[in-house]
């Protein structure tokens, strides 16, 4: 306490961090729910959080969704003087400022015309002086021939691209809306295989998010998952690698009114319409 009488103020709780790579704890949230949608491994946001119980989670609390050290910004700035060039001339006071024929030498004066007779031969001497050359008359260079034109080479597949295949044969009866489907639909018989749609590492199989039944979620790499829904049977387990084309679960209607294959691309953890990344069949 001060002289005053009033006391410092005393943090109660340690700063939380927020910002970018960072998720406040909402109602009804799940750690599954939170890695989907941040595209992440659910075991991998508890491991960054200390998280031994992945319900654990409450309401208000604050998690990384992204690996250490991706979320701070690079400070690389670097600050510099800017160097100016100094045009002031320093000299004593007592000392006299120099003069202008000094610094600029001896004066300098026009020179003197030489006066001659008139004569004819003046006259006609004088006027070739006074004659202008006449200018060269400038001809056009030839222009050199373009070059024929160089097909642009095919950009090199990027670390993130995915070789996509469609995960089901059966046809597809809801589209991609941003308003309200956030995936494809495939109608189906129980049973019907689903496929993977690219290589990648399943990260979730289980029935833990609302909604989606028995689900499988594929990352393919740091951008871009694959989700899988309403299965009847999961084939695969969780960190298994998986291949484009593997059979991984069968069709089902596990949380859902009609055996169906809810499929769902995600980039950065947002839904994205499947169709474009799909071959066109």
């Not at 030489?114 to 056009?140: F, H, I, M, W």
């Amino acid at each position: 306490m001060d002289r005053a009488g009033t006391a410092a103020p005393r943090s109660t709780a340690a700063a939380q961090p927020l910002g970018p790579g960072y998720y406040t704890v909402k109602r009804g949230d799940t750690l599954y729910r939170i890695a989907l949608d941040h595209g992440q491994d659910h075991r991998d946001i508890a491991a960054w959080n200390t998280i031994a119980n992945p319900s654990a989670i409450k309401e208000g609390q604050v998690l990384r969704v992204v690996p250490p050290g991706a979320a701070e910004p690079a400070d690389g700035a670097v600050s510099k003087p800017i160097a100016t060039a100094s045009g002031v001339e320093t000299r004593s006071l007592d000392q006299p400022a120099p003069s202008v024929a000094a610094s600029s030498g001896s004066l300098k004066r026009e020179p003197r015309v030489g006066k001659e007779p008139y004569s004819d031969e003046a006259y006609a001497r004088l006027n070739k002086q006074a004659e202008a050359p006449r200018p060269v008359e400038a001809r056009p260079e030839p222009k050199p021939e373009a070059p024929p034109p160089v097909a642009a080479p095919t950009p090199p597949a990027g670390p993130d691209d995915v070789s996509w295949m469609w995960p089901s044969t059966a046809k597809v009866t809801a589209q991609y809306s941003d308003a309200g489907n956030k995936g494809l639909d495939f109608a189906g018989r129980a049973g019907d295989p689903v496929l993977a749609a690219g290589d990648g590492k399943v990260v979730y199989a289980g029935s833990g998010l609302r909604g989606f039944g028995e689900l499988v979620i594929v990352k393919h790499n740091a951008t871009f998952l694959s989700a899988y829904a309403h299965n009847r049977k999961i084939l695969v387990k969780e960190g298994q690698q998986v291949g484009r084309g593997q059979k991984i679960a069968e069709m089902g209607n596990t949380d859902s009114e009609s055996v169906k294959l809810h499929f769902e691309i995600r980039k950065q953890g947002k839904p994205v319409d499947p169709s474009a990344y799909l071959p066109k069949r």
